[in-house]
């Protein structure tokens, strides 16, 4: 079983940073499929950045040139940095983990999901 924890929440004003980091335990495994989602209130969750096992990232058009993602093999973690941040941008966020992604990072089944981060930005 693997769990994973997310940490680096919380609220800021338009234009700050966040970083998000999500730490895997458990049947760890260095190059996991990983993505981060995110969902804000009466809408539906979507991908915000991925990174697959042989390092291939994908963002959101909503987050290029602003979001990056990152990961850390020794420390089994997955880092999404937030620049310029925008009102748009608040919700929770959540990372996910597999194995193996057999599709698109945003579109895979994940089996293991985090317990999310909540980033709030004001105007």
């Known amino acids: 079983q693997v769990q994973l924890v997310e940490s680096g929440g919380g609220s800021v004003q338009a234009g700050g940073s966040l970083r998000l980091s999500c730490v895997a335990s458990?049947?760890?495994?260095?190059?996991?499929?990983m993505a981060w989602f995110r969902q804000a209130p009466g809408k539906e969750r979507e991908g915000v950045a991925g990174?697959?096992?042989?390092?291939?990232?994908t963002y959101a058009d909503s987050v290029k040139g602003r979001f990056t993602i990152s990961r850390d093999d020794a420390k089994n973690t997955v880092y999404l940095q937030m620049d310029s941040l925008k009102p748009e941008d608040t919700a929770m966020y959540y990372c996910?983990?597999?194995?193996?992604?057999?599709?698109?990072?945003?579109?895979?089944?994940?089996?293991?999901w985090g317990q999310g981060a909540r980033v709030t930005v004001s105007s």
């Open positions: 990174i697959d096992s042989l390092d291939k990232i």
């Open positions: 996910a983990a597999d194995f193996y992604c057999y599709s698109h990072v945003f579109e895979n089944e994940y089996p293991y």
């Open positions: 458990g049947y760890t495994y260095s190059r996991y499929c």
